[in-house]
């Protein structure tokens, strides 16, 4: 029996393979990230009554503003509809919204709209959604590089006393036990610069099953694998066994 028999508490999910599913069907790549977003809204849901305690999507990539214009603008025009319509349901539910990324580079009302999304449901607890926009994990590290040099300047810390705990504080998601799982739609196996810093003992479970695909059905798949795999953070299975029969 290893820790792995429990529900992960953190899940980290790339939602990759919206424009592909899109295609398929002969419509615009738009389509599929409104699809995408039903998914979500569903798996949102699941995960919840799963007992999965927080959920971290990444929606939009720091290497996402590369992209056709019309498409940045669709997908701008998404989130916004998604923040004015999901915001209230998520909140009687009992889920915490947070946003992780370089927030700055957003317009304004969608800042605002950010923002009053994450005061008003700050103090839900039933289940956290962390949604990463603009964001990047080497972004991620370099900002809680300069936080610590910050506070080491400013006598807040003193240099010798900064260790991975204290750097884990910086970084997004700080407060946040690190993801368990992390789960890639689409076909692509890698991490696309996503929670860099925060996957360093996380489990990986890539999928074919395009992300407008991928149905509540898919994630009991995930977790199950899950569940069969034995965390080892370094140590042999022995030590594993003695430590979890302990
Ligand atoms: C990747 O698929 C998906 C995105 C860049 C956007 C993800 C956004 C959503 C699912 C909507 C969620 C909305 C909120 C508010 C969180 P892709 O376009 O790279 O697909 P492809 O690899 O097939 O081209």
Redesign the pocket.
């Known amino acids: 029996m290893t820790n792995t028999a429990e529900i992960p508490t953190h899940i980290a999910i790339?939602?990759?393979?919206?424009?592909?599913?899109a295609?398929k069907r002969k419509r615009p790549?738009t389509f599929?990230?409104q699809a995408?977003?039903k998914?979500?809204r569903k798996i949102v849901e699941h995960a919840g009554k799963s007992g999965v305690r927080e959920l971290t999507?990444?929606?939009?990539?720091s290497e996402?503003w590369s992209?056709p214009k019309k498409?940045v603008g669709r997908?701008m025009d998404?989130?916004m509809r998604?923040?004015d319509r999901?915001t209230k349901e998520l909140h009687e539910n009992g889920v915490r919204i947070r946003f992780i990324g370089d927030l700055a580079a957003f317009a304004p009302e969608m800042q605002q709209k950010i923002d009053s999304a994450m005061t008003q449901t700050a103090e839900n607890r039933k289940m956290t959604l962390n949604?990463a926009?603009n964001y990047g994990g080497r972004w991620d590290i370099v900002n809680a590089a300069r936080k610590t040099a910050e506070a080491v300047a400013n006598g807040q810390i003193m240099l010798d006393e900064v260790d991975e705990n204290y750097f884990s504080r910086q970084a997004a998601l700080g407060d946040s036990s690190n993801p368990d799982l992390f789960i890639r739609t689409?076909g692509?196996m890698r991490i696309s610069n996503f929670l860099l810093w925060q996957c360093a003992y996380t489990e990986f479970y890539f999928t074919p099953v395009?992300?407008p695909d991928f149905a509540p059905a898919v994630l009991d798949e995930a977790i199950a694998t899950y569940q069969s795999r034995e965390r080892r953070y370094g140590l042999t299975g022995e030590q594993i066994k003695d430590r979890y029969s302990a």
Request: proline content about 0%.
């Open positions: 790339v939602m990759d393979g919206n424009g592909r599913w295609q790549r599929g990230h995408g977003l998914a979500l999507v990444f929606a939009f990539s996402n992209r498409e997908l998404l989130f998604a923040l999901e949604v926009a689409g692509e395009l992300w």
